[in-house]
């Protein structure tokens, strides 16, 4: 699995968007962005993917830039719920026997 | 739906007990999974199963049991309970087709005296 870059923390206004950055340069031509989050005490949460379009779903848009080195998660309007850690990943087609591997994430502070 | 369900929430055993987690799923999904989560770390995969029947070893098998007599069940049997297998464990489920859109339950917070 290619290896990711984020910041460590984000704060966010609410109401406002939040724009989660993630840094994937080694990324290969088989291999998918992966976003999901994990608020506090809660099982993670599958958000988003994609390959190299830009996706957007009820949750969140994912911006993938054009040579794939980098992509951004987008929360439109971020509520206080949405606080959380949340984790890009990047690999290829996902498997049973994958492993859900985190990296350290960024931790999304959205404040009133 | 009930989504992913896990029972119990909190448990506390004494080293050597043993004790079955239970996990249930209502959304027909072929692909259910066992992961651990210490205090300030990722996930790390216990055992998974493809299908009623079918089960095998993710990265940290040792001292754990599974069986998945039913699509919607995969219980998770601690052999021997010892400290380092306090935990927070989490059941996750997905469709065979979309693997990596994978729906956990709450936890269950297992601490070992």
């Known amino acids: 699995d290619a290896k990711t870059t984020q910041p460590t923390s984000m704060d966010c206004a609410e109401g406002r968007a939040a724009n989660l950055p993630c840094n994937h340069s080694?990324?290969?031509?088989?291999?998918?962005v992966y976003w999901y989050r994990q608020i506090h005490s809660q099982g993670p949460q599958y958000i988003i993917h994609?390959?190299?379009n830009n996706e957007t779903n009820e949750m969140a848009s994912l911006i993938i830039t054009e040579d794939r080195k980098s992509s951004t998660l987008i929360l439109p309007h971020a509520t206080l719920r949405d606080t959380a850690v949340y984790y890009c990943?990047?690999?290829?087609?996902?498997?049973?026997?994958?492993?859900?591997?985190f990296g350290g994430g960024t931790r999304l502070m959205v404040k009133p | 739906n009930a989504g992913v369900t896990q029972t119990p929430k909190f448990q506390v055993l004494k080293t050597g007990q043993s004790m079955t987690l239970q996990c249930a799923q209502d959304?027909?999904?072929?692909?259910m999974s066992w992961y651990r989560q210490d205090p300030g770390m990722g996930l790390r995969l216990i055992h998974y199963?493809?299908?009623?029947?079918?089960?095998d070893q993710g990265e940290v098998p040792n001292g754990y049991n599974v069986s998945r007599s039913t699509t919607e069940d995969f219980p998770l049997r601690l052999l021997s309970a010892a400290p380092s297998q306090t935990s927070v464990y989490f059941c996750?489920?997905?469709?065979?087709?979309?693997?990596?859109?994978?729906?956990f339950g709450p936890g269950t917070r297992l601490t070992v005296t």
């Open positions: 996750a489920s997905s469709y065979r087709g979309r693997a990596y859109e994978q729906y």
């Open positions: 199963s493809v299908g009623a029947g079918i089960t």
């Open positions: 959304m027909n999904h072929e692909y």
């Open positions: 080694t990324i290969s031509g088989n291999e998918y």
């Open positions: 990943i990047v690999r290829g087609l996902w498997n049973a026997g994958n492993m859900l591997t």
């Open positions: 994609g390959l190299k």
